[in-house]
């Protein structure tokens, strides 16, 4: 407390950390995307490069929120 | 009988091979000596220079990876050229890899934009395809981000150089792990002393054509590609431009009032208002896409990147050789989805977006 | 943004060599794999296309030479069915032939053995004659002359009296065909008379004439389904049931 560069510094490093926990959704959302197209190509194994594309564009949407945090923390951190 | 025994002894070479190689892990990485052990790295974002300049624009050490990056593809390109050049029939060789990839590649196009439209976007995300595969795969070469200029380091902790070798009047020097040196003081210490160190440390630079530091950094010659933020930021805003390009060529001005629905609002209601502003989200969306695209590749590769050094530096036996089959299926899966992102957002919007909401 | 390392120069630097390196990459490799991939993906469905035409020719060559084979097996068939048939007519006809030769060689051996009994029988009526009348003789104690005898001796084999047969005394026989048995064959002027008669008598055209020692004497006399017995074993016989 006695130091406001190091006690910057640690908020930093915090708010980095809570800007990740948007990864949780991101998470969640990919493996249900993941789920979901596992299953379908396991019930249409004729439509699977189809489901695969659509399955891989879902997921890099839902990836997309992590992203946006980690640019987030990344600006936090190196940029703010 | 015999040829049982060779088989047993052929195994078991490889399994000393393996072994010895693990224990040389163990003894450099714990029981050696200091300068053998492997150093987290420091992490800084921006790219380094490598001290070479052209027409005074600095040369970054992940620029030099982007230009090998490059050179390998124009490799696999000149090998189709010299393939097709010869007249062959039966490809082989590089260019049976080369043509492997292209054809997957084409394939996916195609099947995304039509034989037509997929000629004429192919050259823009194949390139997409293949520039991020060589790069990501052409950083897990070792010594690739490990060998490069000794410098100071600012703040935090860095090491003292140890002279290895002299080849001609090039001196090697590596950092010994078992003297670390605080930056801060290391850079009191020598503003303190500059007056009387400065003779010996001149000549020292001179004949090592390094910069000798007290408290040092390794920084290296080449580093990947993706883990500068101007490379992948480079490739989003040009496929988020070329897509604004080809839905233009395809559907000449009216493809921009996919942003602006001025039809829906002056048709008015409730509904043209909101379709008004969906189509402003829309705009606001292509921005979205490029930082999503540039973050998403620059986020897994240098997390992977990170993830290799720092556990490399932590265990530096065994757990790197998992680490080092994630990062290849990450490179190659990160390129991929670069690729089919930008194959699909092309091919979306080369559809007419009216056409659609008539149906 | 410099401190996330983001710099316009390098920016625009990668933006440029990424232009750069896909015209280039154009220019030396894609259009040309691209095209080739087309002409061999082409190449390949004409192949399949030739391959499925020719796998088609093969069936219909197949179909063809099947039908073919049929043919020629059904013909071949025929052939050995028709060869069969005749070597079977021939074989048929050869032994008929054989056979019939046989039979005529049969009857012509017959024949020979009939004029020879008929012969040798000839023979013995004489003998038997002058047996017949030595054992008269003997029992008479007289002699008969001998024109009379044999006259008697004559009748009673032949049954013939004075030109006329003696059955066909007080008959009524009508029929086309004559059977005659006598015991020993009869005399040339006995036949003659005989036919003579019974031509007259019956109207028979036909007529002929069986040797049957077994009865004794005198003629058994066959018109059409009628038989008449003046035999000497069927007197004899009669005699023996009436004295019974």
Redesign the interface.
């Known amino acids: 407390m006695n130091d406001p560069v190091a006690f910057v510094s640690a908020m930093k490093a915090i708010g980095a950390g809570l800007a990740m926990v948007s990864a949780i959704g991101a998470g969640i959302g990919v493996g249900i995307a993941a789920l979901g197209g596992v299953q379908a190509m396991g019930r249409n194994p004729d439509a699977a490069p189809l489901i695969q594309t659509n399955m891989i564009l879902g997921m890099a949407f839902a990836e997309a929120v992590a992203i946006y945090a980690l640019a987030v923390a990344l600006i936090i951190i190196f940029a703010a | 009988m015999s040829e049982v025994e060779t088989k047993k002894r052929r195994f078991g070479f490889k399994r000393w091979i393996v072994l010895a190689l693990i224990a040389l892990g163990v003894y450099t990485a714990f029981l050696g000596p200091t300068i053998f052990r492997p150093i987290s790295p420091v992490v800084?974002?921006?790219?380094e220079g490598t001290g070479l300049e052209i027409f005074g624009?600095p040369i970054?050490n992940?620029?030099l990876g982007?230009?090998i990056a490059?050179l390998v593809?124009?490799l696999?390109?000149?090998s189709?050229?010299r393939f097709?050049k010869s007249g062959q029939i039966v490809p082989s060789g590089v260019y049976n890899f080369?043509?492997v990839i292209?054809?997957f590649l084409?394939n996916?196009v195609e099947?995304?934009a039509g034989n037509k439209w997929g000629?004429r976007i192919?050259?823009?995300v194949?390139?997409?395809f293949?520039?991020i595969f060589v790069a990501n795969l052409s950083k897990l070469i070792p010594g690739y981000e490990s060998f490069g200029q000794i410098k100071e380091l600012h703040h935090g902790v860095g090491y003292a150089p140890v002279k290895l070798f002299t080849i001609g009047s090039l001196n090697v020097y590596t950092i010994d792990k078992g003297q670390p040196v605080e930056a801060g003081h290391a850079d009191e210490e020598h503003a303190a002393s500059d007056d009387k160190s400065a003779a010996y440390s001149v000549a020292a630079y001179a004949e090592g054509g390094d910069e000798l530091c007290h408290s040092c950094e390794v920084v290296p010659f080449l580093r990947g590609a993706a883990t500068?933020?101007?490379?992948p930021?480079?490739?989003a805003?040009?496929t988020v431009f070329l897509v604004q390009v080809f839905g233009v060529w395809a559907l000449g001005p009216a493809y921009f009032e996919k942003f602006f629905q001025i039809r829906a609002l002056v048709r008015g209601g409730i509904l043209g208002s909101v379709n008004f502003v969906v189509g402003l989200l829309e705009l606001i969306l292509e921005f979205?896409k490029v930082?999503?695209f540039s973050?998403?590749l620059f986020?897994n590769i240098f997390a992977g990147t990170l993830l290799l050094s720092i556990l490399g530096a932590l265990t530096a036996v065994l757990i790197p050789v998992g680490l080092y089959f994630f990062e290849i299926f990450f490179g190659i899966i990160q390129a991929?989805?670069f690729f089919?992102?930008a194959t699909?957002f092309i091919s979306i919007a080369l559809v007419s977006h009216h056409a659609e909401e008539h149906h | 943004m410099e401190k996330l390392g983001i710099n316009l120069g390098f920016l625009i630097f990668q933006i440029l060599n990424f232009g750069v390196l896909a015209i280039l990459m154009y220019a030396l490799g894609y259009k040309r794999i691209i095209s080739a991939l087309e002409a061999r993906k082409q190449r390949i469905a004409q192949a399949e296309e030739d391959a499925r035409v020719a796998a088609e020719a093969r069936q219909n060559a197949e179909a063809e030479a099947r039908a073919v084979l049929t043919k020629a097996q059904a013909e071949a068939a025929e052939k050995v069915r028709e060869a069969t048939e005749r070597a079977i007519v021939a074989g048929r006809e050869i032994t008929v032939q054989v056979e019939a030769e046989a039979a005529k060689a049969r009857e012509a051996a017959l024949a020979e053995a009939a004029m020879e009994r008929e012969r040798i029988l000839g023979d013995l009526r004489s003998q038997v004659a002058a047996l017949a009348i030595a054992a008269a003789q003997k029992l008479v104690g007289e002699a008969l002359d001998a024109p009379r005898q044999h006259k008697l001796i004559d009748e009673f084999f032949s049954g013939v009296k004075a030109g006329k047969v003696v059955v066909l005394e007080g008959a009524e026989l009508k029929g086309a065909t004559a059977e005659v048995t006598s015991a020993l064959p009869l005399t040339d002027a006995e036949k003659d008379s005989v036919r003579k008669d019974i031509l007259t008598k019956t109207g028979s055209q036909t007529i002929t004439f069986r040797v049957d020692p077994a009865i004794l004497g005198g003629l058994v006399l066959k018109v059409g389904d009628k038989v008449v017995d003046g035999s000497v074993a069927g007197q004899v016989e009669a005699l023996r049931q009436g004295l019974s």
């Open positions: 800084v974002l921006p790219p624009f970054t992940t620029i982007t230009l490059d593809v124009i696999l390109g000149l189709a050229y097709h080369f043509e292209v054809q084409w996916t099947g995304a000629k192919f050259p823009v194949a390139t997409i293949l520039l500068d933020l101007n490379f930021l480079a490739l805003i040009s979205a930082l999503s973050f998403r986020g991929y989805v089919l992102l699909m």
